[in-house]
């Protein structure tokens, strides 16, 4: 999933994978992005993914210019 994103393994920390049934679900970040996949865990295809801007913390604020 680390080249499915584009990413090199340097560039990410933070891994978790977590396994439901037939379904895992892979999380890491970077410097500026998070992301979470959706692998099928027979075949390891990707079913999905979804990524977002990464957060210093869930109390950042949002400063305008």
């Keep these: 999933v680390i080249a499915f994103a584009g990413l090199e393994s340097y560039d990410i920390y933070g891994l978790s994978v977590l396994r439901s049934g037939e379904l ?3 999380s890491f970040s970077t410097d500026f992005m998070e992301y979470s996949f959706f692998v ?3 075949t390891l295809e990707v079913l999905g993914f979804d990524s977002a ?12 210019a």
Aim: glycine share 0%; proline share 6%; charged share 40%.
């Design 24 to 26: 895992y679900e892979i």
């Design 53 to 64: 801007p990464a957060v210093e913390s869930e109390t950042a604020e949002l400063r305008c």
């Design 40 to 42: 099928e865990a027979e």
